[in-house]
């Protein structure tokens, strides 16, 4: 009882619940108390009983809504929430992996914004080994190397998860979004066509985007703490 309500009651729009609440005070007011009350005049009486009858009408489409739409899309969720939160979860440890070991940190818990600007300002794009082995080089990657190999892995998480996008609900969808747009991914996703032929070694502003980077991971990682945890198995 307790998980059923929790999926099906506890998720409903809170606007509709709030509507539902208020017609239902009311229409308990009019029949207990308002009802007992003469009408002065006619018209008073007849206003009454229409906005009786368009109550009584709220909650009919409630529930037709409720069995029709609510139930239904509660039950792909729990059919697709799980796949998408594993792989909501995949993109969050992909990502802080690339802070992590961009500023030369164990953990992600040990970041502030001074050991990442401090970090990110120490690293040269190509004339530094980064801890990767990519196959088909002779060499470690290179720092430019590492963070477009590993934004590739998190757009190639990312459209997994948005083929189920027309069951996501809207705070998921903008979190999503979020990341797509992030400046940070933004700029090596640009160099894959171009660090080949325009070497880049260092560029000035990329702590702030380290650090714009790091306040949206811990966004996700809050989001994925309030919502989709519950979902992974």
């Given amino acids: 009882m307790k998980n059923w309500l929790k999926k099906y009651i506890l998720s409903l729009r809170k606007d509709l619940v709030i509507i539902l609440l208020a017609d239902i005070a009311y229409l308990l007011l009019m029949e207990l108390v308002f009802r007992k009350i003469p009408s002065p005049y006619p018209i008073f009486a007849k206003i009454g009983d229409v906005s009786v009858t368009l109550a ?6 409630f529930i037709f809504y409720f069995v029709q739409v609510h139930l239904p899309e509660v039950r792909k969720k729990m059919h697709i929430y799980p796949c998408v939160a594993v792989l909501f979860y995949r993109i969050l440890i992909q990502e802080k992996a690339l802070l992590t070991k961009y500023v030369g940190v164990q953990t992600f818990e040990d970041l502030n914004e001074e050991i990442i600007r401090n970090g990110a300002n120490k ?36 459209e997994m998860i948005m083929k189920y996008a027309m ?11 979020k990341i797509q747009e992030d400046r940070l991914l933004l700029f090596f996703r640009k160099m894959i066509d171009i660090y080949k032929t ?22 996700q990682e809050q989001y994925y703490n309030e919502v989709l945890v519950k979902y992974k198995s």
């Fill in 56 to 61: 009584i009408s709220f909650i009919a489409s």
């Fill in 167 to 177: 069951y996501l609900d809207s705070k998921f969808i903008s979190i999503m979004a």
């Fill in 198 to 219: 325009t070497p880049i070694n260092h560029m000035n502003g990329i702590d702030e985007l380290f650090i714009t980077f790091w306040n949206n991971i811990q966004e």
């Fill in 123 to 158: 690293r040269f794009f190509n004339s530094q080994d980064a801890p990767l082995n990519i196959s088909g080089l002779n060499r470690n990657a290179n720092w430019m190397e590492f963070c477009i190999y590993k934004v590739d892995n998190i757009d190639k998480t990312w």
